[in-house]
């Protein structure tokens, strides 16, 4: 109630607040009401009754504290308090709402008086803001976890490692990291399918979760391999569990219909000891691969005084591609990028393969290109696509068709004079149109190395060829780099596109990365689109491409190129 009125005057006030306010109150839609100034709610709209759940006559039984969860009431408190007193003109904060069901909702509340010198009303806006605060909390997620496992992933894993080498050096507080890497995980994907294999890597992260100490930081690195930090441990709680680890992935099986599946484990581990992070990392790596060798479902621990260390990894790796790139081993696949508006398809990214030593089996790029960039060996990799694209396009210019080619470029290689020296080598030893090049770089390797990624995006513009933001969303920071980094195309991070059909919020996530790239001048491409209804839905947000499953599966680059309009 307004303070000093009779029921007859707070009936007769009533009736005047509605008479002013009229329909354009009435069917706002933001949530409305006039309060009076004890916090008494006088009159709702109908979308306050859609936010809250409750009806008209319910609401005006409530006070505007009522309505807001326990957690936020004195938030709101303080700023109503100092509007009344004069010292606020207007405020809006984020609260939640208790729902008449209970149920939570975010809104963002606006609150400002009714104008007179001493106020007797205060008029709320109340906006429903679940969709965006559930859109912060999942790209805050995404910084830190894999999205399959709810684990972290490795960028937040190298944090917590180099906290953990800080605390060492202050106090002497020991530690290991252990390296996990699936023995067969491969054949599981083969014989049974992707669906087997994630669910397979689920069970098996929730188990280990449930078995780690609350101190210890589980991650996983890559497809098939892990990591674990154990804060203080000794030699002999790196052998327990490791152990542990090794038995417990031993006895998880998958059962999916009729299928079975299972894998094994092997896992190395290295205590601090002094080291950096860097070196923690290799004698692990070396440690998980001695294990592997001696036929794996098993551990090995490695300490920097052991006399004999464990057989690296890193010469029969690093071996191994040097002879495949000696041996023109690798080979190109294409995946069609197409106009959504014209649909036609103008573009073609370009994929990496390596054939394997007897010929016979194509690897995946998963398989050698994180073993590339660990042994120094991207940089070759790299160059040798960008000639091989070069050759492409210049091959189809003989015969008088233009094709552009989208060509992916380690972050590593972003910052190497020799692979910047090569590619502008090839631009002018090969005379191609440069707009026929389009250089990917993922959002993530651009972040981590922002400075290069620029510089790298100037020089490729400066030259006539086109950068584009691979995974785009993927990083919480995204929006943020758009204003440093020069790029013609954003990539948007398949995980949006997914399962855009069923979710607004990635609906929400494509419209705003849209809108802020058509301002800036720019263009977008979709990836992952594996059905009609995503690439409708991404025509109507203004998508300008899109590639995937549903519109072309890769295939040998020279059967791409052959089937492109002329």
């Avoid at 709810?150 to 252990?178: D, P, S, Y």
């Avoid at 599981?188 to 609350?214: I, K, Y």
């Avoid at 070396?286 to 001696?294: L, N, T, V």
């Avoid at 149109?433 to 389009?438: E, K, N, Q, S, T």
Wanted: proline letters at 3%; aromatic letters at 6%.
């Amino acid at each position: 109630m307004v303070a000093g009125e009779g029921p007859g005057e707070v009936e007769l006030g009533v009736g005047k607040l509605r008479a002013l306010l009229g329909t354009a109150f009435s069917h706002a839609p933001l949530g409305m009401a006039v309060v009076d100034v004890s916090g008494q709610i006088v009159i709702a709209n109908d979308a306050l009754c859609r936010i809250t759940g409750h009806a008209t006559a319910d609401l005006t039984e409530h006070t505007i504290a009522d309505l807001i969860a326990a957690e936020d009431r004195a938030l709101e408190a303080e700023h109503r308090e100092r509007l009344i007193a004069g010292e606020l003109t207007s405020y809006e904060v984020s609260v939640r709402l208790s729902r008449a069901d209970g149920s939570p909702v975010w809104v963002a509340l606006t609150a400002s008086t009714d104008g007179t010198a001493t106020p007797e009303t205060l008029i709320y806006q109340l906006q429903d803001i679940s969709e965006r605060r559930e859109l912060e909390g999942r790209l805050r997620y995404m910084v830190d976890y894999d999205l399959l496992t709810g684990l972290f992933n490795r960028h937040r894993f190298e944090a917590e490692l180099k906290r953990q080498i800080q605390r060492h050096r202050r106090t002497g507080e020991g530690g290991a990291v252990l390296m996990i890497d699936l023995d067969g995980f491969k054949t599981v994907n083969d014989q049974f399918g992707h669906a087997v294999g994630d669910e397979l890597l689920r069970g098996l992260c929730a188990n280990l979760r449930e078995r780690s100490r609350e101190t210890d930081v589980l991650a996983r690195l890559s497809g098939d391999e892990f990591a674990v930090l154990l804060p203080g441990a000794d030699r002999r709680t790196a052998d327990v569990v490791a152990a542990q680890i090794v038995g417990t992935v031993r006895r998880q099986v998958t059962v999916l219909g009729s299928e079975r599946a299972h894998v094994t484990a092997s896992v190395g581990a290295a205590l601090l000891d002094g080291l950096e992070d860097g070196e923690l990392f290799a004698l692990a790596d070396a440690a998980m691969y001695a294990a592997k060798d001696s036929g794996g479902d098993r551990f090995v621990v490695f300490e920097p005084n052991d006399p004999r260390p464990p057989r690296s990894r890193q010469a029969g790796e690093a071996n191994r591609l040097r002879l495949a790139l000696a041996e023109k081993r690798f080979v190109l696949h294409g995946q069609p990028v197409l106009n959504l508006a014209e649909q036609r398809v103008e573009t073609c990214e370009l994929l990496i393969r390596m054939r394997s030593e007897n010929g016979g089996e194509l690897i995946s790029p998963n398989a050698f290109l994180y073993a590339a960039e660990r042994f120094g060996l991207i940089a070759a990799i790299d160059s040798w696509v960008v000639s091989r694209a070069v050759d492409l396009i210049a091959e189809q210019a003989r015969k008088g068709r233009r094709v552009v080619l989208n060509v992916n470029i380690s972050g590593r290689s972003i910052a190497d004079p020799a692979v910047d020296a090569h590619i502008e080598r090839e631009l002018y030893e090969s005379g191609i149109d440069p707009a026929c090049l389009v250089f990917e770089v993922t959002e993530t390797a651009a972040i981590g190395n922002i400075e290069a990624a620029v510089a790298f995006s100037q020089r490729l513009q400066h030259r006539g060829c086109r950068f584009a933001l691979d995974d785009f969303g993927a990083g919480f920071a995204s929006f943020y780099y758009l204003k440093r980094l020069p790029f013609d195309f954003l990539k948007i991070d398949g995980d949006f596109v997914r399962g855009l059909p069923e979710s607004g919020v990635d609906q929400l996530v494509i419209s705003a990365i849209v809108t802020i790239a058509r301002g800036m001048g720019k263009q977008t491409i979709a990836e992952f689109v594996t059905d009609q209804e995503t690439s409708d839905l991404l025509l109507a947000s203004g998508v300008e491409f899109a590639q995937g499953f549903h519109i072309g599966r890769p295939a040998p680059v020279e059967e791409i190129l052959a089937a492109l309009p002329a």
